[in-house]
Structures are given as structure tokens and as C-alpha cells.
């Protein structure tokens, strides 16, 4: 008992595996043969109401496993080899100094995460800007919110994930979920669903496969890949016909409706039916469903988003909300549901290429006098606007960037087309990594720079609800491992420019963070590591430290100057890439319940890992029968752009002409060797969801 009591110790923490950020206590014990024990218990905050998922419960696991890196590494003769933390500043000091003098400061690139604290991206932001003066810098939130985003700023002049706090969805008598699979991918929050399912909310969901989140559906559109935005235009043309608007909200809220009348009368149904694999008395029924119901929520996910129309689609859905004055109200409202653990406060403070903290415009000329002032900066030294993630892939094989510094991120496998970016980045001058674990893109670096994990490093994240969370460390950081911050801190003082970076705590860079977005649209200013510790989680906007936001938005006016929300039309947009003779099948992507992005986490807890521990590609019975692919099988699956081999699994409930592949893979199971890198034109995101693929059997299950 003595032994137990003098070795157990007990911790809370925040799961780090998506935007609910579930609260979670876990005691660390010994048992009588000395091997360590863990309890993990779920606790209570305002979203996961005291659930957890199994990711949450084994989160502990890859944050306390051996295969941590303690130490940095460097590569000497093709190698990697620990080295002291002033070797490592030391090379790279010697070779950014070396490439900035030879081909000038756009030649280092920064390539951020959506995981990353507020503090961690919003000094990377910083970094880039004010360290190296750059302006290549992007993330891994590209994949992720960017349409949601584009399309919310555009809609109604601001993007926050959830238009309305998560207590709303209860209110709701009819929800639309729109190429999400919460079940999988954000559990704890189901029974917000249930609940209003029980209340008597007639829910929705689109999405081509069967899933978790499709089993409380009263209405499944089993949508082709890639065609969510000539859905949602059919679903316009019901509530036209039918006259199931809301003339005053369109009034007095909107702009662009009779413009998207006359478009909406020229388009027809049943093509719409024919382009889309949903029939047009479904298409009806979910429109009259939702323009009749008194409140309604719609939810996007990356179903939506991951399109080379994914803005458009996005807006598609807006639409939808406007045309029935559905937003504003409880009950009534939109929300895009963010994927990564701090995908929404990721996008707010200067990680993406056009933007400076609060979502302030990096070529917004007040924008960047009122940052500059704030970082101590003369503005015409700030740099100009860069390029999203995967043109930054571009631009190293352009060799315009040839240093990439990559943080809380691996892009070798996030980003489509990666044999094209594994090329890249071994032809890169120099790659420094900063990680945990040696991932996929950690194995090509140069240096590779050890991190604390999320139950050492102190921060806020910004859940889907757009609400501040504040996670406390509170286990020591192991080895020779440092917080982001120090490691940002430390490189800019080799640099000569630590006077900028003269931090002490995640406190004191999350006060700058405060100051930085006053004024901004994601203003944070009232918010204080205080408030935080007392109160469960804040709502932005907050510009006072009196303020107490219900997290409703739009109530009376849209964030735009005019006060209205702007209607758009949209045109029924084909897939990039359709399938033909050679390549029949279309592959979507997505995720499992057990892992989490591109798995360097997950793979590394033996719990997950034991439950999922490859890749697999669902396809329908008949299809695959077809292509004389039993169950079980290993196939290679290929695409104009390279091929991968994973184990086929029976699906009755898939697309006969549909492919689903997770993507939380590498190497020969890297489903992103084979997805379209084609761009949205407007938020630059990759078309994730929809390429043309064909199918061959390898060996028999
Ligand atoms: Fe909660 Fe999301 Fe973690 Fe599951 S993955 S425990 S839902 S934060």
C-alpha cells in the first residue's frame, strides 16, 4: 500500500483527438509486480457533458510510450544522430542564414498544424513573419476547414465552426448532417443528436456510405461523391417551388435572393436526381422536411468541404439556411464541424498564408499596421501573402522554397498526391521537423526537433463551438523534449531576433494573442488564463473581459458592414476528375473511430492500433465481385497518379460505384499516393473526396 501510494500519480488533461476536447482525469498507478496501471476518467466540460471516446480513453497511451524522441536529431552521413539542443539551433542558423543570403528570405518555408495550442500557431504565424520573414507559410488546416471557412466569411462576414452553442442542437426539429460521420469522428457529441431526435427532430444525412452516424437517420441521401452542391441546389429548388422561404428574412437579412431565384428556376430536378444518385422525391421530401419544420440546423463536415467546389458546396448549404431564415435563433443555425483538436483556433491567428491573427487580412493595409504596432514591427517589413499547403509543395519542387520547417503536421501523408510531395521534400535543402514521433515526414528530415505532447504543454484550444478552452500541463516534460514555443523562441534568438519572442509562458504569448486580435473578428481580448481557470470555456467574439457571449450568433445582423447575409448562386459542379473506361470507380476518403488524422498518434497507442491496425478500401459485394475481388483480400487500388495495396472489406451498404479508403496510413497505404491534388479555386482545398480509381486483386483473403 506504501509502494502504491508513494508511485500514483494523478492528472487531468484534455483528449487531443478533436474539436470537442473532451476533459478526461487519468491516475497513474503501480501494480504489485511494478508495472504501471492506468484509469482514465471521464470528467465533465460544457461539450462532452462527461463522456469520452476510445480514442480519449487510451489517449494517455502514445504520449507515454518509449517511442517518444527525447532528443534532436541531425543527419550526418545519411543518418540521424542525437545532437545537443545547441547544435541543433546552430545548423539551423548556418543553413537558413545560408539559403535566406543565396536566394533571400521566401526561400524557408513554415508548414503548421491544426492541432498546435492557439499560443503554438499564432507564434508560428509570428515566427514565419517576424523571425524569418517569409511569406510561405500554410498548414494542415488547409485540408481542413478551409471551405467552411471561405464560405462562412463570405456568407456572413465571419467563420466560426458553430453558428450556436452545442445546447441548441436539442431545439432543432429537423438537422441536416452533410458529409459528417460524427459517430466516428467526434462520438462524444451523438447524444446532443439523440436528444433531439427524442424531442422529434426528423434528421438527414448524406453522405454515399452507411456509417455510425447514418443509424439515426430518418432520411439517408446516399449522394454520389463530389455532387453535395447540385444536392443542395435541388433541395433550393423544392423550397422555391413549394414556397417554403422565409420572404421576410430575405428581406430584411439577405442579399442575392432574386438572382438565385431566376438560377434556381432554369435548373431542373430530375437532372439534378440523375447527377447526383439521389432520387427527386427523396430530394423533396428532405427539403420539404427542413423548409417546414419550425427550427433547423445544418452541419457540414469534410464530405462537403474536401471538393474542388468544396467553397461552393458549402455555400449550396447556406443557402438552404437563408432562404429559410434558419440561422439566428435557438434551434436554428449552421455549423461546420471542425475535424482537428484546435482546427478552429488554428485558422484564427495567422497560420494561414492570407492571414494575420483575428483573422485579420495579411493584405488589408490597416490589418497589417495594427499587427506590426503589436509585434513591434515597421509593417512594410511584414511579408506579403503566400500560398495555401499544397502549393507550397509545388513551390519546393520549383525549388522557390528550399528549406521547409514543419511543426505539429505530416504533410507526407495529408496532402494529396505524395509521391509528388515525397519527391519534394527530399529534394528539399534542408527539412527541419519538430515532433513527437518520427512520422512519415519526420524519416526524411535533416533535423528533427523533440516535442512535449499535450498532457505537458500548457495552452488554450478553441473547440467547434468557437468556445476557449484552457488545457493545463501537468506532467513533466521527458527528456530533452521543449514546448513549441520554446523551440520558436530559441531558433529566433539565433536569428537576432529574440527581442520578439521573449516569452516565459504560454500565458505570456497568450496575452500578446489577446492584444494581437483586439479589434479583430476572432477578437479574444476579453479572455484571460484566469477567466479560463474559472469559467468552463468563453465564446469569441469577446472584447471586453466583462463580456459573457450565450455562443448565438447572427441574432439581429450578419458580421458584414451592410448587416446581411449574401445568398449566392451555384452552379451544379461535375467532379474534377470523372471516372472512364480505365479508372470506373470512385474512391472517397475519410476516417475510422479509432484513429486520428494521419495516425502518428493513434498508431502509436497499442489499444487503437490493436483495433485498427491497417488500411482498407469498402466496397460493395457486387462490384467487387465483378473485378473477382473476394473479402479480405490484399488489392491495389490506383489512380492516374500512383497505386497502394490495402486489404478489401465487403460493405453492402456502400455506392456500387463507390470506394472508401481511410486515411490515417502511410507508406504503400498512404491513400493520399492516389487522391486528386485538383483545387478549389477559391480556398485552395484538394478534391479529397472524389477521384477516379480502378481496382485489382493481389493476393486472396
Ligand atoms: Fe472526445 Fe473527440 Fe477525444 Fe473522442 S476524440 S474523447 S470525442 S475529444
New binding site residues.
Given amino acids: 500500500t506504501e509502494l502504491k501510494e508513494r508511485e500514483k500519480s494523478i492528472f487531468d488533461t484534455q483528449?487531443p483527438?478533436?474539436s470537442?476536447?473532451?476533459k478526461m482525469q487519468v491516475v497513474e498507478d503501480t501494480d504489485q509486480n511494478r508495472r504501471k496501471t492506468y484509469t482514465v476518467i471521464a470528467k465533465p466540460n460544457a461539450a462532452?457533458e462527461g463522456r469520452?471516446?476510445i480514442?480519449?480513453m487510451n489517449?494517455y497511451q502514445h504520449a507515454l510510450t518509449a517511442e517518444r524522441i527525447l532528443r534532436p536529431m541531425a543527419r550526418v552521413d545519411g543518418q540521424l544522430v542525437p545532437v545537443t539542443w545547441e547544435e541543433a539551433y546552430e545548423r539551423i542558423k548556418a543553413k537558413f542564414s545560408e539559403l535566406c543570403n543565396r536566394y533571400g528570405s521566401d526561400s524557408i518555408g513554415v508548414y503548421g498544424g491544426g492541432s498546435l495550442t492557439n499560443e503554438s500557431g499564432y507564434l508560428l504565424g509570428k515566427f514565419a513573419r517576424v523571425a524569418l520573414q517569409t511569406k510561405y507559410i500554410d498548414y494542415n488546416g488547409r485540408f481542413c476547414m478551409s471551405a467552411a471557412a471561405s464560405a462562412g466569411n463570405k456568407t456572413f462576414g465571419m467563420d466560426r465552426g458553430l453558428t450556436n452553442p452545442l445546447s441548441d442542437i436539442a431545439l432543432a426539429k429537423c438537422i441536416i448532417l452533410a458529409g459528417t460521420n460524427i459517430a466516428e469522428c467526434?462520438?462524444?457529441l451523438m447524444p446532443y443528436f439523440t436528444r433531439a431526435k427524442e424531442n422529434g427532430a426528423y434528421i438527414i444525412v448524406i453522405d454515399p456510405r452507411e456509417t455510425g452516424t447514418t443509424a439515426i437517420a430518418d432520411l439517408h441521401l446516399k449522394v454520389k461523391p463530389g455532387m453535395d452542391a447540385a444536392l443542395a441546389n435541388g433541395m433550393q429548388k423544392v423550397l422555391l417551388e413549394e414556397g417554403l422561404l422565409d420572404k421576410k428574412f430575405l428581406t430584411d437579412r439577405t442579399v442575392g435572393f432574386e438572382e438565385l431565384r431566376a438560377h434556381l428556376q432554369q435548373l431542373d430536378l430530375e437532372e439534378i436526381a440523375e447527377l447526383t444518385g439521389v432520387p427527386s422525391e427523396s430530394i423533396r421530401k428532405a427539403a420539404n422536411a427542413y423548409g417546414k419544420s419550425s427550427t433547423g440546423m445544418i452541419f457540414t463536415a469534410r464530405g462537403v468541404e474536401q471538393q474542388t467546389d468544396g467553397y461552393m458546396a458549402v455555400r449550396s448549404f447556406l443557402n438552404l439556411v437563408l432562404m429559410t431564415g434558419k440561422i439566428g435563433k435557438p434551434g436554428s443555425g449552421y455549423g461546420a464541424v471542425t475535424g482537428q483538436g484546435n482546427g478552429q483556433g488554428g485558422r484564427e491567428h495567422g497560420q494561414k498564408a492570407d492571414q494575420l491573427p483575428g483573422y485579420r487580412m495579411i493584405d488589408n493595409p490597416d490589418h497589417r499596421a495594427y499587427v506590426a504596432g503589436v509585434w513591434g514591427i515597421d509593417p512594410r517589413d511584414l511579408p506579403g501573402k503566400g500560398v495555401s499547403a499544397y502549393e507550397m509543395m509545388e513551390k519546393v519542387h520549383q525549388e522557390e522554397i528550399r528549406a521547409l520547417f514543419v511543426m505539429g503536421s505530416n504533410p507526407l501523408v495529408s496532402n494529396p498526391n505524395a509521391d509528388f510531395v515525397e519527391e519534394g521534400l527530399k529534394k528539399l535543402d534542408f527539412l527541419v521537423v519538430a515532433d513527437m514521433f518520427l512520422s512519415e515526414t519526420a524519416r526524411l528530415a535533416d533535423l528533427i526537433l523533440p516535442v512535449s505532447a499535450y498532457i505537458e504543454n500548457e495552452g488554450t484550444l478553441t473547440n467547434m463551438e468557437g468556445r476557449v478552452l484552457l488545457r493545463e500541463a501537468n506532467r513533466p516534460v521527458p527528456g530533452e523534449a521543449k514546448h513549441d514555443w520554446q523551440i520558436l523562441s530559441g531558433i529566433a534568438d539565433q536569428l537576432g531576433k529574440g527581442k520578439y519572442f521573449d516569452f516565459g509562458s504560454s500565458e505570456e504569448i497568450f496575452n500578446e494573442l489577446r492584444l494581437a486580435s483586439k479589434g479583430g473578428i476572432a477578437d479574444y481580448y476579453g479572455i484571460t488564463y484566469d477567466r479560463l481557470r474559472k469559467e468552463e470555456g468563453i465564446y469569441w467574439p469577446c472584447p471586453t473581459v466583462e463580456d459573457k457571449s450565450t455562443g448565438r450568433l447572427f441574432e439581429s445582423s450578419f458580421a458584414h458592414s451592410s448587416g446581411k447575409a449574401e445568398i449566392v448562386c451555384v452552379e451544379n459542379h461535375l467532379p474534377d476528375e470523372p471516372t472512364n473506361e480505365q479508372y470506373p470507380l470512385t474512391l472517397t476518403t475519410g476516417r475510422v473511430l479509432t484513429h486520428y488524422l494521419t495516425g502518428v498518434q493513434t498508431r502509436r497507442s497499442h489499444t487503437l492500433a490493436a483495433r485498427d491496425f491497417e488500411s482498407f478500401v469498402e466496397i460493395h459485394p457486387r462490384t467487387a465481385r465483378k473485378l473477382g475481388i473476394k473479402d479480405a483480400s490484399l488489392v491495389r487500388l490506383e489512380s492516374r497518379r500512383g497505386d497502394i495495396v490495402v486489404r478489401s472489406r465487403y460493405r453492402a451498404d456502400i455506392r456500387e460505384d463507390t470506394v472508401f479508403v481511410p486515411m490515417h496510413w502511410g507508406d504503400i497505404q498512404n491513400v493520399n499516393k492516389i487522391t486528386n491534388p485538383a483545387l478549389d479555386p477559391t480556398c485552395r482545398m484538394p478534391g479529397f473526396k472524389s477521384c477516379a480509381v480502378r481496382m485489382t486483386m493481389l493476393y486472396p483473403g
Fill in positions: 483528449c483527438f478533436c470537442v476536447q473532451c462532452s469520452l471516446c480514442k480519449g489517449a467526434q462520438p462524444t
